[in-house]
């Protein structure tokens, strides 16, 4: 297995908005390097405790939760990279790339219990699917 994984035109959501950048997988961090600020984002290995695999607007993304509460969201990745960076992650990271289907079916009841900075959906029956 490669020491690391890059992946050009990913983009990073930032409140609401989408940056360009390059994302590098290693074995000590993931790091995030925006193309028009150069601006890099680190987040060690040992605070990443979930990963989620996602469609969504631009593709396929990554959702990264770490142990202190960040989360971080890329986007730009094409369908074909999940077996890649599934296994990386379980190699490298101890951690499992979950696949995770979304909510567009646009439901207003329920019940909001955040979860650090996410809304998990407790409709009963989508207990399994994030809001968008």
Not at 82 to 88: A, G, V
């Amino acid at each position: 297995m490669n020491e690391t994984l890059e992946f050009n035109e990913i983009y990073q959501e930032v409140k609401g908005t989408w940056n360009d950048g390059r994302l590098r997988f290693s074995k000590h961090t993931v790091v995030y390097k925006n193309s028009k600020t150069g601006k890099v984002d680190s987040i060690p290995v040992p605070e990443l405790t979930q990963a989620q695999w996602r469609r969504v607007c631009l593709g396929h993304g990554i959702k990264l939760c770490t142990s202190t509460g960040n989360i971080y969201k890329y986007d730009g990745f094409k369908d074909t990279d999940l077996e890649k960076i599934s296994e990386y992650f379980k190699a490298n990271y101890k951690v499992e790339l979950v696949e995770k289907d979304m909510c567009v079916k646009g439901w207003n009841w329920g019940t909001a219990k955040f979860n650090g900075q996410c809304i998990p959906n407790a409709t009963p029956f989508l207990r399994n699917v994030d809001f968008l």
